[in-house]
Each structure stands twice: as C-alpha cells, then as structure tokens.
Nanobody, 112 residues
Framework: QVQLVESGGGLVQPGGSLRLSCAASRSIISGLPVAWYRQAPEKQRELVAHINSGDYTNYADSVKGRFTISRDNAKNTVYLQMNALKPEDTAVYYC??????WGQGTQVTVSS
C-alpha cells in the first residue's frame, strides 16, 4: 500500500503563489509518474500537471506558464508550484500515482 499525504493549500490573493507538496509513504516517487488534479465545486475533476519517470512534464493549457510540477527524490516528494494564481484556480487539489494511490486533497482558495 502507498499513501500520499498532501500539504500546502490555503487562502491566497489573486496574483499570489502557493507550493503544494505530496509526500509518499514509500521511496517510489523517483521511479513513477505522478499527476496533480483539481476539482472545483460543481465542476469535473481535471488534470492539471503530470510528470513521468524521466521528469518530462505536461500541463493543462489553463495553467501552463504559471504552474510547475517537480520532484525531490531524496524527500520522496512531488511538488506543484503555483504562481500568478487566479480566482478560477480555486479548487481541491489532489496528487495521484496512476493505479496506486490518491492524496487526500488540499483546498486552494484564491480570493481578495
């Protein structure tokens, strides 16, 4: 069993930044693809960012240029750096290792 523990969510003003963290209970992050999803109220869950085992990344058009997914293998942690945040970024953000585990979700609220 693999457990993913998220942190870093909170309330931020438009234009601000947050860094979300997703720590795995086992040392597997370095060898697996990881994705960040988000789900806003009354919206479908959407893929935000993805990083594969070779650290190739992909982003949704809505966040490209503002968000960065990365990993720290020594800490067995994946990050989502979010800059220039907009109110439409407000959602619960989840990390995911496909086929293995989901994080519990962390709330991000962008509001003045």
């Amino acid at each position: 069993q693999v457990q993913l523990v998220e942190s870093g969510g909170g309330l931020v003003q438009p234009g601000g930044s947050l860094r979300l963290s997703c720590a795995a209970s086992r040392s597997i992050i370095s060898g697996l693809p990881v994705a960040w999803y988000r789900q806003a109220p009354e919206k479908q869950r959407e893929l935000v960012a993805h990083i594969n085992s070779g650290d190739y990344t992909n982003y949704a058009d809505s966040v490209k240029g503002r968000f960065t997914i990365s990993r720290d293998n020594a800490k067995n942690t994946v990050y989502l750096q979010m800059n220039a945040l907009k109110p439409e970024d407000t959602a619960v953000y989840y990390c995911n290792i496909p086929g293995l585990a989901w994080g519990q979700g962390t709330q991000v609220t962008v509001s003045s």
